[in-house]
């Protein structure tokens, strides 16, 4: 992140704020349960409304192809 640009100042920002970058760095193992929690967090916070559908998809960079992980029309 240095090499790109990022500041020691940005950096102690980050490591004094709710951000985790260390855990945020790390990625994901399971695309699938990346996108589980993400749409998770996304449905569930205050300012979603409760009747709004999240879907979480994944796509594969070779085929463009789509895949539904989660269809919020049945959660």
Not at 26 to 32: K, L, N, R
């Amino acid at each position: 992140m240095k090499q790109r640009g990022v500041t020691d100042d940005i950096l102690k920002t980050l490591a004094n704020s709710a951000i985790e970058v260390g855990q945020w760095m790390q990625g994901f193992d399971v695309v699938e349960e990346s996108v589980q929690h993400s749409t998770d967090i996304i449905k569930n916070h205050p300012l979603m409304p409760k009747d709004v559908p999240v879907h979480g998809m994944v796509i594969d960079p070779k085929t463009g192809k789509l895949d539904l992980v989660v269809n919020g029309y049945e959660q």
